[in-house]
């Protein structure tokens, strides 16, 4: 089993910047596809961006794409995600997850592994 801890949440003015990360212990971290998702109170998890085992292709979602960047360091265990020009509408809990295959990456329900989450709050 794959073991994630999220950190670098926090708050931030809007235009700023978080960059949050998601270290791994436990299992193959680095053959498993990675995702960050996000969750507001009352509404369901949603997908902001994921990668693949190798680093190579990433994938965002409409409303985070030009602003976020996630990257990964097999070596290290960990997977990062740059969030700039932060806006009130990104303040949310943010979650890593990880799977094996990448197939219906967008949906929260396929993901075998989760963090515990780490806020993050963007004040206009």
């Known amino acids: 089993q794959a073991r994630l801890v999220e950190s670098g949440g926090g708050l931030v003015q809007a235009g700023g910047s978080l960059r949050l990360a998601c270290a791994a212990s436990?299992?193959?971290?680095?053959?498993?596809?990675v995702a960050w998702f996000r969750q507001v109170p009352g509404k369901e998890r949603e997908f902001v961006s994921g990668?693949?085992?190798?680093?190579?292709?990433?994938y965002y979602a409409d409303s985070v794409k030009g602003r976020f960047t996630i990257s990964r360091d097999n070596a290290e265990n960990t997977v990062y995600l740059q969030m700039n020009s932060l806006q009130p509408t990104d303040t949310a809990v943010y979650y890593c997850?990880?799977?094996?295959?990448?197939?219906?990456?967008?949906?929260?329900?396929?993901?075998?592994?989760w963090g515990p989450g780490t806020q993050v709050t963007v004040a206009s």
């Open positions: 990668i693949t085992w190798h680093g190579a292709d990433q």
């Open positions: 436990g299992d193959t971290f680095s053959a498993y596809f």
């Open positions: 997850a990880a799977k094996r295959w990448m197939s219906a990456y967008r949906t929260a329900s396929g993901y075998a592994y």
